[in-house]
Nanobody
Framework: QVQLVESGGGLVQAGGSLRLSCAAS????????MGWYRQARGKQRELVAG???????NYGDFVKGRFIISRDNAKNTVYLQMNSLKPEDTAVYYC????????????????WGQGTPVTVSS
């Protein structure tokens, strides 16, 4: 019933920028934390950035001020603005959300998007 749909990935040259979006849809009572993870080929999935419903953010150490996560609660959407991209940022980027559904939000689950590929050429 709940879907996360990502968009905005693609091919970009090193030093360039991309903006990822992830919209949650379905029968949603509320959304708690939302975030972005990435998985490069042959590596484990890692946290890129997270944001609480109140707007508190956290980032992976490798971000170093290059990315900004934000969300629009009215649209159930989270964004990731990625600047100064490097070839090592190449990965599939996944959206994640902690969502409550059901009557009075009694059901709480972790949802994932299908992933959007980002390729940074040198």
């Amino acid at each position: 019933q709940v879907q996360l749909v990502e968009s905005g990935g693609g091919l970009v040259q090193a030093g360039g920028s991309l903006r990822l979006s992830c919209a949650a849809s379905g029968t949603i009572f509320s959304i708690n934390a939302m975030g972005w993870y990435r998985q490069a080929r042959g590596k484990q999935r890692e946290l890129v950035a997270g944001i609480t419903s109140g707007g508190r953010t956290n980032y992976g150490d490798f971000v170093k001020g290059r990315f900004i996560i934000s969300r629009d609660n009215a649209k159930n959407t989270v964004y990731l603005q990625m600047n100064s991209l490097k070839p090592e940022d190449t990965a599939v980027y996944y959206c994640n959300a902690d969502i409550r559904t059901g009557i009075r939000g009694v059901v709480r689950d972790d949802y994932w998007g299908q992933g959007t590929p980002v390729t940074v050429s040198s």
